[in-house]
Structure formats: C-alpha cells, structure tokens
C-alpha cells in the first residue's frame, strides 16, 4: 500500500497538485462572480480538460459536479432548473470519460482536437436529449424555452471553446 502512495505522489509534481487545487477552485467559486453562461461555461470545460490531464479521469469527474452546483448556489443557473444539475453533472463526466478513454488509446498526433470535439458532440447531444425530456415535466412554456437555450447549442460552442483555451494552457505546460 506504501508503494502504491509512493507511485502516485512521484507523479504529482507539487506545482501541479496546487494548480489542480487552484483550478478546482477556480471552478466552483466563478459561478458566483460572474453570470454569464458564454464566459463561465468554456472556462469550466477549460478547466476540466486541464484538470483531466494534470492529474487523471478521478480527479476530473470530482470536479465535474462543482461547478453545476455553484452555478445553482451563485444565480447563473435559475432555480427552476435545479432538475437539469444531475444531467449537466452526467454530461460533464461523459465529457472527460471520452476525452480521456479516446485520448489515451490513440497513437495519432492529432488525437487532443479529434477527441475534444467527439467529447462536446457527445455532451452537447446528451444535454439537449436531456433537455427534452425535462421539458415535458415544466409547466411553463416560457420556461422550457429557456432549459432548452441552456441545454442547447450553447453547450457544443462552450466545450469546444474550453478545448481551445485547455489546449493552449496544456501546451505552456508541455502536457501535450
């Protein structure tokens, strides 16, 4: 068991374990500071990728469902919403799960942008089913419209914008 907390704590540079620290962090706090999905949105799948990568698919899929729930608690996402938070946090994981199963077991060079994308169609799809089927339990048309704004293509453009910012914060720290 010693060898095993041995192993893993030569992998983890200290450096890197406080910027995963700081990203985390940084993830669960933005929601409260700023409200706008467009901004907030490709920084947190920034961070996810980035977190993925410093320290592996565990990590990742922890800080998955911070976010989704700071957003609740920090007013970006609205109350009646509160249902979509268990498929934004399954939607999150099923980003890193591909991103990470995909890229480790490709022997291609240009395996980060082929996989980034297959993760935020695979997201975004899985939300926007998720947002259908929601709908038919909201009442509110006018609300419905708006888990549908949410949950919709808004999703693939911010997680292909994370995968840019992650993809040239990855590269100034020679992880890929």
Excluded: C
């Excluded at 799809?125 to 006018?142: G, H, V």
């Amino acid at each position: 068991m010693n060898y095993l907390r041995e192993a893993v704590l030569e992998r983890v540079s200290l450096r890197e374990l406080a910027l995963i620290i700081a990203l985390a962090g940084l993830a669960s706090f933005l929601p409260f500071f700023i409200h706008i999905q467009w901004l907030v949105g490709p920084i947190v799948n920034a961070i996810l990728i980035i977190v993925l990568f410093l320290s592996g698919l565990r990590s990742a899929i922890v800080v998955s469902a911070v976010p989704s729930l700071m957003a609740l608690a920090g007013g970006l996402l609205p109350v009646f919403l509160a249902p979509a938070i268990p498929f934004i946090i399954a939607s999150n994981i099923i980003f890193v799960s591909i991103i990470y199963y995909q890229y480790y077991n490709s022997n291609q060079t240009d395996a980060y942008w082929r996989v980034s994308f297959l993760g935020a169609f695979v997201k975004f799809t899985f939300l926007f089913l998720s947002a259908q089927f929601l709908s038919f339990f909201i009442a509110n048309p006018k609300a419905a419209t708006v888990l549908g704004v949410m949950l919709g293509w808004s999703q693939l453009f911010s997680a292909l914008a994370g995968a840019i910012i992650a993809f040239g914060v990855l590269k100034m720290i020679k992880r890929i």
